[in-house]
T-cell receptor
Framework: DSGVTQTPKHLITATGQRVTLRCSPRSGDLSVYWYQQSLDQGLQFLIQYYNGEERAKGNILERFSAQQFPDLHSELNLSSLELGDSALYFC??????????????FGEGSRLTVL | QKEVEQDPGPLSVPEGAIVSLNCTYSNSAFQYFMWYRQYSRKGPELLMYTYSSGNKEDGRFTAQVDKSSKYISLFIRDSQPSDSATYLCAMKGGYQKVTFGTGTKLQVIP
């Protein structure tokens, strides 16, 4: 158990809809990272927050947004969903904003299916 | 060209075999090299990390980095069925984000 909690574990929705994925980092970790994992693209970095502030942005679509709240939990909002958004979405956390050694602690993921 | 290339496999080996997993990369700024293991329906977990070139051993696992060739490897000795998982290489440089390979699926057959 990594200590990172993600909800929901599974989500099935229709095209055009909006969903929110939630992540609680490990106790004491200030950074939250969101990754998308699909079969052909592997783990793609979406966005990082550190202590409530956006720290780095990756290949995140404009239809997607995220935030980190004062209690350090984070939410990833996906809107105007398309079939291609079907994937596993992982949240990871680390103590340092730099995750200097690259050690990230991952949750078990939220599997999104868009029909 | 992707920053990190990893042979997707799948790789199927008999129990007890030596397994070699490899990645190549193009970004010279990468300094930290990691291997994550991901079991089915689970999140990745850090298996090993090395800094710069050289070897690092941890039990049955050895991570090797050759910065001159931009090539990293993970060797698993005496492979066990419990090693069956997807192995992802990952790299970062300084304050950069962690970049992952696409993963190699390994199956160790009893």
């Amino acid at each position: 158990d990594s200590g990172v909690t993600q909800t929901p574990k599974h989500l099935i929705t229709a095209t055009g809809q909006r969903v929110t994925l939630r992540c609680s980092p490990r106790s004491g970790d200030l950074s939250v990272y969101w990754y998308q994992q699909s079969l052909d693209q592997g783990l793609q970095f979406l966005i990082q927050y550190y202590n409530g502030e956006e720290r780095a942005k990756g290949n995140i679509l404009e239809r997607f947004s995220a935030q980190q709240f004062p209690d350090l939990h984070s939410e990833l909002n996906l809107s105007s969903l398309e079939l291609g958004d079907s994937a596993l979405y992982f949240c990871a956390s680390s103590f340092s904003g730099r995750a200097y050694t690259g050690e990230l602690f991952f949750g078990e993921g939220s599997r999104l299916t868009v029909l | 060209q992707k920053e990190v290339e990893q042979d997707p496999g799948p790789l199927s080996v008999p129990e007890g075999a030596i397994v070699s997993l490899n990645c190549t990369y193009s970004n010279s700024a990468f300094q930290y090299f990691m291997w994550y293991r991901q079991y089915s329906r689970k999140g990745p977990e850090l298996l090993m990390y090395t800094y710069s070139s050289g070897n690092k051993e941890d039990g049955r696992f050895t991570a090797q980095v050759d910065k001159s060739s931009k090539y990293i490897s993970l060797f698993i000795r005496d492979s066990q069925p419990s090693d069956s998982a997807t192995y992802l290489c990952a790299m970062k440089g300084g304050y950069q984000k962690v970049t992952f390979g696409t993963g190699t699926k390994l199956q160790v057959i009893p």
